[in-house]
């Protein structure tokens, strides 16, 4: 028996229509097919409309008409097989053969996240085309992929954050099944498989919502338009369609995660809050289930509470993006950095950034004209996932710059050892980890002419004062999108190929070494050289096995102390290619980072 309320669902020899229209007089059902047929639905106290109808092995088809309007796609479609103007289609999910019984995931410290983009990470941009890749990511030491939105979006190229029926499966990448083929596949190699979801708005095209219920309020408002209805009059329903929405996810499709887009911009004043309901509802589905299932908020809060439990006064998250990290660390690899991040610029900040977390904690930030921001000092550093690189970052750039358009080599192999010895639980950008210089545009494919054009108009007026005078390429046109894809043949050309190997070795560190994985601050001290070098200290939970790794973040010769080998300290590993051995002469060489270990 599903746990969703709404949408269509095979129930043994039935299919159940349901829909959430509470101020709906009357509802009727379009079934498409050889012979088109009109059925009126049954309201209920609750504002859904039934009705049950003979299971039948042909595709269900079909569309909704509310009080003499539309037909519309079902707002709770779990595929639009032609796009978000189509008709829904029912989605048998008895017919998929799942191999991955034994498979209860891992759990979230243990993760070495890899994020990516379905199509733009492979030139066939589908579902199928990821799994002959991911025996090279586990080689690597991926073991968890987390996928941009996948949710049906307008036309055949998007990030997904645009997507109008949360609960389907874009039909460009291969719909449902390719999906499940995917993440069966991910298992039987070791990998977690999680999804970035978005449940803050619902995108423009083909959004239907309105002609159903009040999914919407205008007592708030976001960046992308209105707010979802979470606290308002008639809230009941949607409260219960994006809280249904996280379990449906695992139910499935047998996720392990979700990353959850913009929480900050998710707005409920109730007593009983939205977050309370999707615990609640995530105790018993973990209850039932017995596999690990992680949630990662996204927010611009720098609020310890999102990670706090639940009955603690919390959102119960299990982690949080950590922005401050990326800021503090890329404004040290590159000297343009402070002209986007006004706030950042000092060693301390980092500093702060591997042993606290937040950097700005209560100060006064002047991007923001206020203070913002609280301690995270005492949260543990697993419930953080730190990065170098996300879509974010390069994306909303005019140029669509990765870290490796804009930073040496060198500095990126130093870059890529700050993210992998941090205390945080790291994540990858796709082709990060070998250096793929291919851009990543922002890119849309809309039907809707003045759609199109405010959304042009929209990214030049983002990059007005960010842009250096270049204007943003047309994110509609076809070529934005193909630029942004990914040169995975490079991973084994030159010094591509010198990073990934260094990544590799990178991970490998991370996973075996005790020292690194102690989440736990206090096993995390940090001693600043200059204002360009810093020594980072881990040390394994017993504190007796310790790693010091130094960086240099100049391009400067720094004089340091080098740990005294009658101490007990070898050189693991180190950034220099032309293989130094040693601390030669008490002084590291830079952009670089040497690491020693001591085990007793």
Same mark, same amino acid.
């Given at each position: 028996?599903?746990?969703?309320?709404?949408g269509?669902?095979?129930?043994?020899?039935?299919?159940?229509?349901?829909?959430?229209?509470?101020?709906?007089?009357?509802?009727?059902?379009?079934?498409?097919?050889?012979?088109?047929?009109?059925?009126?639905?049954?309201?209920?106290?609750? *504002?859904?409309?039934?009705?049950?109808?003979?299971?039948?092995?042909?595709?269900?088809?079909?569309?909704?008409?509310?009080?003499?309007?539309?037909?519309?796609?079902?707002?709770?479609?779990?595929?639009?097989?032609?796009?978000?103007?189509?008709?829904?289609?029912?989605?048998?999910?008895?017919?998929?053969?799942?191999?991955?019984?034994?498979?209860?995931?891992?759990?979230?410290?243990?993760?070495?996240?890899?994020?990516?983009?379905?199509?733009?990470?492979?030139?066939?941009?589908?579902?199928?085309?990821?799994?002959?890749?991911?025996?090279?990511?586990?080689?690597?030491?991926?073991?968890?992929?987390?996928?941009?939105?996948?949710?049906?979006?307008?036309?055949?190229?998007?990030?997904?954050?645009?997507?109008?029926?949360?609960?389907?499966?874009?039909?460009?990448?291969?719909?449902?099944?390719?999906?499940?083929?995917?993440?069966?596949?991910?298992?039987g190699? *070791?990998?977690?498989?999680?999804?970035?979801?978005?449940?803050?708005?619902?995108?423009?095209?083909?959004?239907y919502?309105g002609?159903?219920?009040?999914?919407?309020?205008?007592?708030?408002?976001?960046?992308?338009?209105?707010?979802?209805?979470?606290?308002?009059?008639?809230?009941?329903?949607?409260?219960?369609?994006?809280?249904?929405?996280?379990?449906?996810?695992?139910?499935?499709y047998?996720?392990?995660?979700?990353?959850?887009?913009?929480?900050h911009?998710?707005?409920?004043?109730?007593?009983?809050?939205?977050?309370?309901?999707?615990?609640?509802?995530l105790?018993?589905?973990?209850?039932?289930? *017995?596999?690990?299932?992680?949630?990662?908020?996204?927010?611009?809060?720098?609020?310890?509470?999102?990670?706090?439990?639940?009955?603690?006064?919390?959102?119960?998250?299990?982690?949080?993006?950590?922005?401050?990290?990326?800021?503090?660390?890329?404004?040290?690899?590159?000297?343009?950095?402070?002209e986007?991040?006004?706030?950042?610029?000092?060693?301390?900040?980092?500093?702060?950034?591997y042993?606290?977390?937040?950097?700005h904690?209560?100060?006064?930030?002047?991007?923001?004209?206020?203070?913002?921001?609280?301690?995270?000092?005492?949260?543990?550093?697993?419930?953080?996932?730190?990065?170098?690189?996300?879509?974010?970052?390069?994306?909303?750039?005019?140029?669509?710059?990765?870290?490796?358009?804009?930073?040496?080599?060198?500095?990126?192999?130093?870059?890529?050892?700050?993210?992998?010895?941090?205390?945080?639980?790291?994540?990858?950008?796709?082709?990060?980890?070998?250096?793929?210089?291919?851009?990543?545009?922002?890119?849309?494919?809309?039907?809707?002419?003045?759609?199109?054009?405010?959304?042009?108009?929209?990214?030049?007026?983002?990059?007005?004062?960010?842009?250096d005078?270049?204007?943003?390429?047309?994110?509609?046109?076809?070529?934005?999108?193909?630029?942004?894809?990914?040169?995975?043949?490079?991973?084994?050309?030159?010094?591509?190929?010198?990073?990934?190997?260094?990544?590799?070795?990178?991970?490998?560190?991370?996973?075996?070494?005790?020292?690194?994985?102690?989440?736990?601050?206090?096993?995390?001290?940090?001693?600043?050289?200059?204002?360009?070098?810093?020594?980072?200290?881990?040390?394994?939970?017993?504190?007796?096995?310790h790693?010091?790794?130094?960086?240099?973040?100049?391009?400067?010769?720094?004089?340091?102390?080098?740990?005294?080998?009658?101490?007990?300290?070898?050189?693991?590993?180190?950034?220099?290619?032309?293989?130094?051995?040693?601390?030669?002469?008490?002084?590291?060489a830079?952009?670089?980072?040497?690491?020693?270990s001591?085990?007793?």
């Amino acid at each position: 028996m599903t746990n969703s309320k709404a949408g269509a669902h095979r129930i043994g020899e039935e299919v159940r229509f349901t829909v959430w229209a509470p101020q709906t007089k009357q509802m009727k059902l379009h079934l498409q097919g050889a012979i088109p047929a009109v059925f009126e639905m049954q309201p209920d106290e609750e *504002g859904y409309f039934n009705l049950t109808i003979p299971w039948s092995a042909q595709p269900v088809r079909y569309f909704y008409e509310p009080d003499g309007n539309g037909p519309f796609p079902d707002p709770a479609s779990q595929f639009q097989p032609d796009g978000v103007h189509g008709c829904s289609q029912l989605v048998d999910h008895e017919v998929f053969q799942w191999t991955d019984e034994r498979w209860t995931g891992r759990p979230f410290e243990d993760l070495i996240i890899y994020e990516l983009h379905v199509g733009t990470f492979t030139p066939e941009g589908t579902f199928d085309a990821i799994i002959p890749r991911l025996s090279a990511l586990a080689d690597l030491g991926i073991n968890a992929i987390e996928l941009m939105p996948v949710s049906e979006f307008p036309g055949r190229r998007n990030w997904g954050y645009d997507a109008v029926f949360p609960y389907s499966v874009h039909s460009a990448y291969g719909g449902p099944e390719k999906l499940k083929e995917l993440i069966n596949a991910a298992h039987g190699l *070791g990998i977690t498989v999680l999804l970035d979801i978005v449940i803050n708005h619902i995108g423009p095209e083909g959004n239907y919502f309105g002609h159903f219920g009040p999914y919407f309020t205008d007592k708030y408002s976001t960046p992308w338009g209105k707010a979802i209805n979470y606290d308002g009059e008639w809230s009941d329903g949607v409260r219960e369609y994006f809280s249904d929405l996280i379990i449906f996810w695992s139910e499935y499709y047998h996720l392990d995660g979700l990353r959850l887009d913009a929480i900050h911009e998710i707005f409920d004043k109730g007593a009983f809050s939205f977050w309370e309901l999707v615990e609640q509802k995530l105790a018993r589905h973990r209850q039932s289930n *017995g596999r690990a299932f992680h949630l990662i908020a996204e927010s611009d809060l720098n609020s310890p509470r999102v990670t706090k439990p639940v009955h603690a006064g919390g959102m119960g998250f299990d982690a949080q993006w950590l922005d401050d990290f990326h800021h503090a660390l890329y404004v040290l690899l590159d000297e343009k950095g402070q002209e986007r991040y006004v706030d950042f610029g000092s060693i301390e900040q980092l500093a702060k950034a591997y042993k606290e977390g937040f950097v700005h904690s209560g100060s006064y930030v002047r991007f923001r004209k206020r203070k913002h921001g609280a301690s995270s000092a005492g949260v543990p550093g697993n419930a953080f996932v730190a990065f170098n690189l996300n879509h974010d970052q390069a994306g909303n750039r005019v140029g669509g710059e990765r870290l490796s358009q804009l930073v040496s080599y060198e500095r990126q192999r130093v870059a890529a050892a700050a993210l992998l010895l941090s205390p945080y639980v790291p994540m990858l950008f796709m082709g990060e980890e070998y250096g793929d210089d291919s851009p990543f545009f922002f890119f849309v494919s809309h039907s809707d002419p003045e759609l199109i054009e405010a959304v042009i108009e929209g990214r030049k007026r983002e990059f007005k004062d960010f842009g250096d005078g270049k204007k943003p390429l047309n994110p509609q046109e076809e070529n934005t999108f193909l630029l942004s894809q990914i040169k995975w043949e490079k991973r084994t050309e030159g010094r591509y190929a010198a990073l990934l190997a260094w990544t590799k070795a990178l991970i490998a560190l991370r996973q075996t070494h005790p020292a690194l994985r102690n989440f736990n601050k206090d096993g995390v001290t940090v001693d600043i050289i200059n204002k360009k070098a810093l020594l980072l200290k881990r040390s394994s939970a017993d504190h007796k096995v310790h790693l010091l790794c130094f960086f240099n973040f100049s391009d400067e010769d720094i004089p340091i102390d080098p740990p005294a080998t009658s101490s007990g300290y070898n050189l693991i590993l180190d950034s220099d290619e032309n293989g130094v051995p040693e601390l030669a002469n008490g002084v590291l060489a830079g952009p670089g980072v040497k690491i020693f270990s001591r085990i007793p």
